[in-house]
């Protein structure tokens, strides 16, 4: 049974970080895409970053390049978003999500964690 368990995510202020975590287990990590999106309130779930199976390759939306940086710990099975100079308008649910091919579609990934809470305060 494959789980991803999102973590870090919280309140702060404008300017700020945090580092969220995806940890995944009941798949093999390093074979999977991984993706994060996010989901505002009234708003469609957007794409966030991804990172290609091997690592090798991130992608971001054009709203976070720059400021985001996604990462993964093969060896901890473990996905990661740091995010700085957060903005208000980055509030929203995350979700990390992994598929075999991954990308920038939701369709394209097969699972889906629960999601964590990132609250920007102006």
């Known amino acids: 049974q494959v789980q991803l368990v999102e973590s870090g995510g919280g309140l702060v202020q404008a300017g700020g970080s945090l580092r969220l975590s995806c940890a995944a287990s009941?798949?093999?990590?390093?074979?999977?895409?991984m993706g994060w999106f996010r989901q505002a309130p009234r708003k469609e779930r957007e794409f966030v970053a991804a990172?290609?199976?091997?690592?090798?390759?991130?992608y971001y939306a054009d709203s976070v390049k720059g400021r985001f940086t996604i990462s993964g710990d093969n060896a901890k099975a473990t996905l990661y978003l740091q995010m700085n100079s957060l903005k208000p308008e980055d509030t929203a649910v995350y979700y990390c999500?992994?598929?075999?091919?991954?990308?920038?579609?939701?369709?394209?990934?097969?699972?889906w964690g629960q999601g964590t809470q990132v609250t920007v305060s102006s």
């Open positions: 999500a992994a598929g075999r091919l991954g990308g920038q579609k939701g369709y394209e990934y097969s699972y």
């Open positions: 990172i290609s199976w091997g690592g090798g390759t991130t």
């Open positions: 009941g798949l093999t990590f390093s074979t999977y895409a």
